[in-house]
């Protein structure tokens, strides 16, 4: 079974661009997550899908981040435009759903805004 | 949602038994315990799980305490492959997984 795959794996760009990542979870699985990861630090729930709906996006800044899973698969994150503080490395995981079952994480795309 | 406390760092010799405690003392009934562990430059990887009873499988086991407000991962014969951070999550009926700062265990030869 393929894991999660997260592209790009690393991304570079001045501050003030836009940036975007993909995500594309396990088959059947229903709910996507999206983390941020600093340096040192616990990953940081930023939104949570199931299926095609946004059912926890409250620690996503929704100035500058917004998100999308169209069809309920695949998904994109995006920041417009991108700070300095946004240097991190984004994770995405994917679990079946509802019940005792665990999330798995893809490798995460690691950012730098310079 | 509960939250953990982890110790932030903990040495264990290669071999021997690492034991991981995790304090949660704030869970409620219907919450589940869980383990991920992330090696460097990768993403976090599931450990194991338990509800209430202990939990047993080919990577570690889990012991929670009866009043399932503290538990403990063990990985019975630590490697060097085993260094990593190690986070406890109390996962509700949300579906939501939150990590503190979890802990970094090294494996010393």
């Known amino acids: 079974e393929a894991g999660v795959v997260q592209s790009p794996r690393y991304k570079i760009i001045e501050k003030k661009q836009p940036v975007a990542f993909w995500c594309n979870p396990i088959?059947?699985?229903?709910?996507l997550y999206w983390y941020r990861q600093n340096l040192g630090q616990g990953p940081e729930l930023l939104i949570r899908?199931?299926?095609?709906?946004?059912?926890?996006d409250s620690q996503l800044p929704k100035d500058r981040f917004s998100a999308e899973r169209l069809k309920g698969v695949d998904s994109t994150l995006k920041i417009q435009p991108a700070e300095l503080g946004d240097s991190a490395v984004y994770l995405c995981?994917?679990?079946?759903?509802?019940?005792?079952?665990?999330?798995?994480f893809g490798q995460g795309t690691r950012l730098t805004v310079v | 949602d509960a939250k953990t406390t982890q110790p932030p760092s903990m040495d264990c010799a290669e071999g021997r038994a690492a034991n991981l405690p995790c304090n949660h003392s704030?869970?409620?009934?219907?919450?589940?315990v869980y383990w991920y562990r992330q090696i460097h430059s990768q993403g976090p990887q599931y450990i194991i799980h338990?509800?209430?009873n202990n939990e047993t499988n080919e990577m570690a086991s889990l012991i929670i305490t009866e009043d399932r407000k503290s538990s403990t991962l063990i990985l019975p014969h630590a490697t060097l492959r085993d260094t990593a951070v190690y986070y406890c999550?109390?996962?509700?009926?949300?579906?939501?997984?939150?990590f503190g700062t979890g802990t970094s265990l090294t494996v010393i030869p």
């Open positions: 995981a994917s679990s079946r759903g509802q019940g005792a079952t665990e999330a798995f």
């Open positions: 088959s059947g699985h229903n709910t």
């Open positions: 899908y199931e299926n095609e709906e946004a059912v926890d």
């Open positions: 704030t869970i409620s009934g219907n919450e589940y």
């Open positions: 338990g509800l209430k």
């Open positions: 999550i109390v996962r509700g009926t949300g579906n939501q997984f939150y």
